[in-house]
Structure formats: structure tokens, C-alpha cells
């Protein structure tokens, strides 16, 4: 079967899977982070080489304050208990697995931003086998603007390249993704990955988040094998 290299994960659906069960909102969320500890560790046991997920966009600041609250808040406690884990070698699921923040981070507290790296350097080693993008305060545009005004300073008058711009993401280090997987049933990008996913495959689980299991990401997986990649060439 043929493996992506690289996943996108748009986790979608939380808010929906709280609701039905009659909780608030936040509950969803505080469960999807539980999904996605299980999710990182089949990538790595399978053997995807980066997966990026999407868990606050830029967009998100537009949701009522006590939701941005939670979630801000999660995050806080999500990367104090990745901290804890990786640092105490308790859980295997991070064992040689680096992790990157990705997104537009000088929103942050200095706090905030300052634990977020401290974590990202407890996660530098030299022969990682699997790379995590969670993609915080992450815009598709606001990456690539970002890619060109840094392109500018460094090179002014010079004519921009596509890998100019590409060398300048985010996610630089990590190829293309193969697969972009939106979990709730929804199919469109909302500012994912834009420039990147140009060629990627689309995977609509009907799942919400909280419910995605290894099986469903295999239930993908068996789907990506069945596509024909063209690239704009005929079928071989
Ligand atoms: C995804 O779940 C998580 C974030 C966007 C932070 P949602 O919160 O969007 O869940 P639904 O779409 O409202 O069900
Ligand atoms: C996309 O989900 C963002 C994340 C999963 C973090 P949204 O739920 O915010 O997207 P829309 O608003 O339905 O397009
Ligand atoms: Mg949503």
C-alpha cells in the first residue's frame, strides 16, 4: 500500500461532537486533544514521516471569548503535558518525534511563546522519525505573505520564485502534503495549506474529531492507496 509522506489533518467537528452529547463546546476540544495523541502515535508507528495539524486558525479569534479562552487554555496545558511526557520520557508515543509550532506565533505572550520553543528544543534530535506541525494562530495567506515579505527584505529587486516562496513557509523541511484529511463531513480547505496542498488528495472522514480514531486514519489511508496521481500528466 502506498503511504503518504506527509498528512494534513484539519480537525474539524469538536464543537458538533460536544454538542450532541449534550456538553459545552470546550469539552469537545479537551477531547480532541485526547484523539490526537492516538493519532500522532499510528503516524509514527506506521510510519508517515511529517504530519501537520490544524488546531487554531487565524480565522478562530472570530469565535465568542469564552470559546477562544478554552482553547487558549488548553493549548497552555497541552504543551505544559507535552513538556512533562517528552521530558520525563514517560510516554513513548514522542519518542524521536520532533514538534513545531507553526503559524504566525508573535500573537503569543512572551510566556506563551517562550514555553512553545523551550518544548519544540526538548524535540530536536538528529534522526527524528516523525515531524508534528500543529499549526497555532495558522493562516494559509497569512504564511504566504509572510514568505514574500521575508523573501523582499533579504532580497530586494530580485524576481520571486515559487521556491523562493516555498523555502519560506512554515512547514519548510517537511515535503508537500500527500493528503489533506478534514474530519465532520466538510469539504473545503478554510485557509489550510493553500500554497502547499496544490497537488495534495482530499479525504472527507464523516467522523468528528474526538471519534477519530487509527482505524478511520486507516480507512484514509486504504482510500489515498486507491488514487491515481497525475500531476497533470496522463495516467501511467
Ligand atoms: C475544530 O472543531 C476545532 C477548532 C476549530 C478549534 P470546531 O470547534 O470547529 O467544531 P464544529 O465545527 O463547531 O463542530
Ligand atoms: C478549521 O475549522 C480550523 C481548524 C480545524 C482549526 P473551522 O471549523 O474553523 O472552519 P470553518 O469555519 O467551518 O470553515
Ligand atoms: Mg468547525
Given at each position: 500500500?502506498?503511504?503518504?509522506?506527509?498528512?494534513?489533518?484539519?480537525?474539524?467537528?469538536n464543537g458538533r461532537w460536544a454538542q450532541g452529547?449534550?456538553?459545552?463546546?470546550?469539552?469537545?476540544?479537551?477531547?480532541?486533544?485526547?484523539?490526537l495523541e492516538k493519532i500522532i502515535d499510528h503516524c509514527r508507528t506506521i510510519g508517515i514521516q511529517c504530519a501537520t495539524f490544524y488546531a487554531f486558525s487565524t480565522e478562530n479569534w472570530s469565535r465568542p471569548k469564552e470559546e477562544v479562552d478554552a482553547l487558549m487554555s488548553l493549548l497552555d496545558r497541552y504543551i505544559a503535558e507535552l513538556h512533562r511526557k517528552i521530558s520525563s520520557g514517560e510516554a513513548d508515543v514522542y519518542k524521536d518525534v520532533q514538534i513545531r509550532f507553526v503559524g504566525?506565533?508573535?500573537?503569543?505572550?512572551?510566556?506563551r511563546y517562550s514555553r512553545i520553543r523551550e518544548l519544540e528544543n526538548l524535540t530536536?534530535?538528529?534522526?527524528?522519525?516523525?515531524?508534528?506541525?500543529?499549526?497555532?494562530?495558522?493562516?494559509?495567506?497569512?504564511e504566504i505573505v509572510?514568505?514574500?515579505?521575508?523573501?523582499?527584505?533579504?532580497?530586494?529587486?530580485?524576481?520571486?520564485?515559487?521556491?523562493?516562496?516555498?523555502?519560506?513557509?512554515?512547514?519548510?523541511?517537511?515535503?508537500?502534503p500527500d493528503l489533506?484529511?478534514?474530519?465532520?463531513?466538510?469539504?473545503?480547505?478554510?485557509?489550510?495549506?493553500?500554497?502547499?496542498?496544490?497537488?495534495?488528495?482530499?479525504?472527507?472522514?464523516?467522523?468528528y474529531w474526538p471519534d477519530f480514531t487509527p482505524?478511520?486514519?486507516?480507512?484514509?489511508?486504504?482510500?489515498?492507496?486507491?488514487?491515481?496521481r497525475k500531476f497533470g500528466n496522463v495516467a501511467k
Open positions: 500500500m502506498s503511504l503518504p509522506l506527509h498528512i494534513g489533518f484539519i480537525m474539524d467537528g452529547k449534550g456538553l459545552p463546546r470546550k469539552m469537545g476540544h479537551e477531547a480532541g486533544a485526547k484523539a504566525d506565533l508573535s500573537v503569543f505572550s512572551e510566556e530536536d534530535k538528529p534522526h527524528s522519525r516523525l515531524r508534528i506541525n500543529i499549526a497555532i494562530n495558522y493562516g494559509g495567506r497569512n509572510s514568505a514574500v515579505n521575508r523573501f523582499i527584505a533579504e532580497n530586494p529587486g530580485r524576481p520571486l520564485t515559487e521556491k523562493d516562496i516555498s523555502l519560506r513557509l512554515y512547514t519548510e523541511g517537511c515535503s508537500d489533506i484529511i478534514r474530519t465532520a463531513g466538510e469539504m473545503r480547505l478554510s485557509n489550510f495549506l493553500i500554497w502547499q496542498s496544490a497537488y495534495a488528495e482530499y479525504y472527507s472522514s464523516p467522523v482505524k478511520e486514519l486507516d480507512i484514509a489511508l486504504e482510500a489515498f492507496s486507491k488514487r491515481t
